[in-house]
């Protein structure tokens, strides 16, 4: 039966002659019509035909576009078989019409018209059935074989002895269930076991069934992201013969994946990887993609990441022995094998392989042999190193050509040592690595650009000390051979950080470039060296250092870098005049050194001088005449009273226009201890001269009276006009000191190794706050308010000027009764504030009174409360829920405190998400940290608890607090515990 619209197609093809009549003249009416509009009816039959066509053309590209990953249905195919029988009809029926068409005018018998004319009406009617009863079909099904495919295993080395490998596995698992994690980032130095860990990882999802698909694609020496999608097809089984349009492909990845629980493993990633172009987007709601990269750049792309640190020494010490035996135990060996996981820097896969090497080999020679390859600077890397080598040169052949030689001039440091980055950019700004920058403070910001790169690249390492960095011995090594391999017409005096069995010869010093001595219990130096091309001269941290020869300097007149840091060294000689290209001079902490000498007038192009800690008295007036002197820094720590005297006369200890003599000098360091009575004689005028210097950026000063200070700050040149990127004027950096201390609480100045660029610190009993006092404060970064009786709390300043303070300490102010006060400050308090210290406070009750902005403290990462001794409760009301990013807090000597957490509030279940740390120490009447058990603790790894024996319920639980590792106590303290707190907490306490 034909459907409604062929219906209508009928009535619309036939055109009655009679629509009012009936009977036999209404059915003559009928087929004379259908004779009469004959031609008219063909024309929409093959308009129609033309329809039903392109509804054909339109399946057949859906086919051809989806049958790798599709198949068409049973009916699909019955309505092509019926669309090509219908064609062939349609054919059959033109080829009678044109035959019709011939004959008309020989009065072609009307029958035959009239079968030919209801034929097209009806033909046509069943093509427009034809072509609409495609819409009603299913053409595709999804083909049986894009089932869930067979996971291809991994086979990683083993790492059961690596337990910090397993745990990066684990925490990857944990990321993997987030849903909202779509793109992961595992990141580290080449050879430090990314690979092991994502094939651990590809193993393990599998095992645990959290995904139906696992791809896993490495893109050695980069990939294309047609590479990507013919790889992940493959794993698919679709056939991709004929396509060669990514786009196609990117349709084809998208519509099997789109509601699939899939896992996309990349490893080995070099550059940005589109993945919308390979047919991965953030809509699919199960799937997630890992990247294995080299750089941290990549960090930002990504939904969260880890780093894949090198191995711990008890790490690498069981992968080593696990490969070559307990032989690494025996007298003979362990050395060797000690010097030898020293020079692998904790990194998997040198380990591994210098391990096989020496598996089964029992000869001492071969293990001394290997370390000696190793360590030797000019010999290639052994046969089994060389992919590591060249793993390292690939990176250091992207960097920029002005940034290599920044990177080689880490080899010339010891192992493991860390460099101050202030002090690297130094000498590299003096070695011209950076020319473009004429100021020490665009010289600075580019080398910070350039050691964050480096740092990204995991070619350096944070030290200890803020602000310090090193360079892994491997690398160390691998740079050293670049450097000898790409300046092999150079030759270089490079120590190892060990104390040298014999001091090197006139001969050996003969034609340096560059010399690294340091730390190498270096007594002796050649007489006159000839080494006309030495560029750096690195001496320091060799205390057995006490002469340098009359004539040594010499022939060094292209010398630019000269260290003798923390040497013995009694005077500096005369040939230290030929050092006219010098550009940097260190002799801080020199301390057997009393004076300059007056060659020193000499060094014309001289721009940074650093006398710290050393026996000089008295600035030589001859430190006027260096002309090009950008950075001074100096300290007078010995001469607490009386007038210094040579050769019988009274000497000053800075003359008179020595410091406004120098008109270049960027930035200024005098560290006086705060007893030595001629500064306090000398300061006014002092202060007057660096007021003049117009181009000063950094200051470090003590100002130990507040009229002094107010006096420099009303008539400082610099200050006024230096415009270093803020609203307003101001120095670049400052260290600002202002008033008397006290003998116990004074800290010096320590210009390299301070964290904050500006820093000020007020000690002056003043019941009004200066308006000099808030010029500095509004530009601080950190600012510590010491032995003050009159300010209540912070909040008097104006939180206007407290909105660039990132570290707080406020220390023995006995008016204080809080930090911010609600009903004074306005707007947010301490927006940036990540470090708050507050010790000796007897009137401290809260640190923060009243009703204050909901965004305020809101970046504090470290709480400290010392001797506070009136204050109850640390966190009460809303407080807590301000503190989402608190990671330390410490608790100590507060002898009311009862809570950490008020009792009664309601706590949201976001409050304190990063707490790491919780240190309690001495608090005798705490009895709760928290009282709310539906409470979590996210973050918390470790807690300390001491002399704190009211306290005998903790709140946490291996639900609540799934990070917990250790609760450090006494035993006698846990004993009093409540049963069920030590059933919870069995496994985590450590007694001290």
Not at 13 to 33: E, F, H, M, S, W
Not at 61 to 74: A, F, G, P, S, V
Not at 274 to 284: F, T
Request: charged share 25%.
């Amino acid at each position: 039966m034909l459907g409604t619209a062929a219906a209508q197609a009928i009535g619309n093809l036939v055109t009655p002659a009679v629509q009012a009549g009936d009977g036999i003249i209404g059915c003559l009416g009928r087929k004379y019509g259908y004779v009469r509009n004959l031609s008219e009816n063909i024309v929409i039959l093959e308009r129609e035909e033309r329809y039903l066509l392109s509804k054909e053309a339109d399946v057949t590209t859906l086919l051809d576009r989806k049958e790798q990953i599709m198949e068409r249905t049973r009916e699909c195919t019955t309505w092509l078989d019926e669309v090509q029988e219908m064609k062939g009809k349609i054919q059959e029926l033109r080829n009678r019409y044109q035959n019709t068409s011939r004959c008309l005018c020989g009065l072609c018998p009307f029958p035959s018209l009239l079968k030919l004319g209801k034929t097209t009406v009806t033909k046509t009617a069943e093509v427009i059935d034809l072509k609409n009863r495609v819409d009603k079909i299913t053409i595709m099904v999804e083909r049986a074989s894009t089932s869930p495919i067979p996971i291809i295993r991994k086979h990683p080395e083993k790492i059961s002895n690596v337990p910090s490998l397993d745990e990066h596995v684990e925490m990857l698992i944990k990321l993997l269930k987030d849903d909202k994690l779509k793109r992961i980032g595992v990141w580290g130095l080449p050879g430090v076991g990314k690979t092991t860990v994502m094939e651990k990882l590809n193993n393990k999802v599998h095992e645990i069934q959290l995904f139906d698909y696992i791809f896993w694609i490495t893109l050695t020496k980069g990939g294309s992201v047609t590479k990507i999608q013919l790889a992940i097809l493959e794993q698919l089984k679709v056939e991709v013969k004929g396509i060669h349009d990514s786009d196609q492909m990117a349709d084809i990845i998208s519509e099997i994946l789109v509601n699939k629980k899939y896992l996309l493993l990349l490893d080995e990633v070099f550059s940005e990887i589109n993945l919308k172009e390979v047919g991965i987007h953030d809509d699919h709601e199960h799937g997630a993609v890992i990247f294995a990269y080299r750089d941290r750049d990549f960090c930002c792309l990504m939904d969260d990441h880890i780093k894949i640190e090198r191995l711990s020494n008890d790490d690498a010490k069981n992968l080593f022995r696990k490969i070559v035996g307990n032989i690494m135990d025996r007298p003979t060996y362990k050395k060797i094998a000690d010097r030898l996981l020293k020079e692998c820097s904790g990194m998997p896969i040198v380990i591994k392989l210098i391990a096989s090497i020496l598996r089964n080999e029992d000869d001492p020679a071969v293990w001394r042999h290997l370390l000696s390859n190793m360590q030797s600077p000019d010999t290639e890397p052994v046969q089994e190193l060389q992919e590591v080598y060249k793993a390292f040169k690939l990176i250091y052949d992207k960097l920029p050509m002005d940034k290599k030689p920044c990177l080689l001039y880490w080899a010339f440091f010891p192992p493991d040592y860390e460099a101050y980055q202030e002090y690297l950019i130094e000498c590299w700004k003096a070695e011209q690595f950076i020319v473009e920058a004429r100021k020490l403070g665009d010289a600075r910001d580019k080398g910070h650009a350039i050691i964050r790169e480096f740092e990204k690249k995991s070619l350096l390492e944070r030290g200890r000390k803020a602000g310090h960095f090193k360079m892994p011995l491997f690398l160390r090594r691998m740079a050293l051979k670049i450097m000898y391999q790409e300046e092999k017409d150079s030759k270089f005096l490079v120590g190892d950080g060990e104390e040298i069995e014999e001091q090197p010869s006139e001969e050996e010093w003969e034609g340096v470039q560059r010399v690294s001595l340091i730390s190498q219990k270096l007594y002796n130096l050649p007489c006159r060296p000839v080494c006309t091309k030495i560029s750096t001269l690195l001496l320091q941290k060799n205390p057995s250092l006490t002469k340098i020869p009359e004539s040594f300097f010499e022939y060094m007149c292209d010398l630019r870098v000269l260290d003798l840091y923390d040497t013995r060294i009694i005077s500096l000689t005369s040939s230290i005049s030929s050092l006219i290209n010098l550009r940097v001079l260190y002799l801080n902490n020199c301390s057997e050194l009393v004076e300059l000498p007056p060659e020193l007038e000499k060094l014309k192009s001289l721009e940074i001088l650093d006398l710290r800690s050393t026996g000089i008295l008295t600035l030589p007036e001859q430190l006027a005449q260096l002309s090009s002197l950008k950075c001074l820094r100096v300290s007078f720590k010995q001469n607490f009273g009386c007038p210094n005297h040579i050769n019988g006369q009274q000497e000053e200890m800075i003359p008179s226009n020595v410091i406004a003599s120098l008109s270049s000098l960027q930035e200024l360091s005098i560290d006086v201890n705060f007893k030595n009575q001629i500064w306090n004689q000398i300061v006014d005028r002092v202060a007057e001269e660096v007021a003049s210097l117009e181009a000063l950026t950094s200051l470090c000063f003590y100002f130990p009276r507040l009229s002094c200070f107010e006096t420099f700050i009303e008539n400082c040149i610099s200050w006024k006009k230096n415009s270093m990127g803020w609203e307003g004027n101001g120095f670049r950096s400052f260290r600002i000191l202002v008033g008397n201390q006290k003998a116990d609480k004074f800290l010096g100045f320590d210009f390299f190794g301070y964290t904050a660029e500006r820093h000020l610190r007020f000690s002056v009993v003043e019941e009004d706050i200066p308006f000099a006092l808030l010029k500095i404060l509004n530009k601080a970064l950190s600012f510590e308010l010491i032995g003050h009786h009159h300010f209540k709390n912070l909040s008097v300043f104006g939180t206007e000027y407290l909105k660039e303070v990132e570290a707080c300490t406020i220390e023995e102010c006995n008016a204080i009764e809080s930090i911010i006060d609600g009903g004074i400050a306005t707007g947010v308090s301490f927006e940036f504030l990540q470090k708050l210290h507050l010790i000796n406070l007897p009137k401290l009750v809260s640190i923060c009174k009243g009703s204050i902005d909901s965004t305020s403290l809101t970046k504090l990462t470290t709480l400290t409360l010392k001797s506070c001794p009136k204050l109850k409760c640390l966190f009460p009301g809303d407080m807590v829920q301000l503190l989402c990013h608190l990671q330390d807090l410490q608790v100590e000597d507060c002898s009311a405190i009862k809570e950490i957490i008020e009792d009664g509030i309601i706590v949201q279940s976001e409050a304190l998400p990063r707490l790491k740390n919780m240190e309690l120490c001495n608090l005798p009447r705490l009895f709760s940290v928290c009282e709310d058990a539906s409470f979590e603790w996210p973050s918390l790894e470790i807690m300390k608890i001491k002399t704190c024996p009211e306290l005998t319920d903790l709140p946490f639980s291996v639900e609540n607090a799934p990070k917990l590792k250790v609760i450090e106590c006494t035993r006698i303290w846990w004993s009093k515990l409540n049963d069920s707190v030590k059933d919870r907490l069995k496994d985590l306490p450590s007694f001290t």
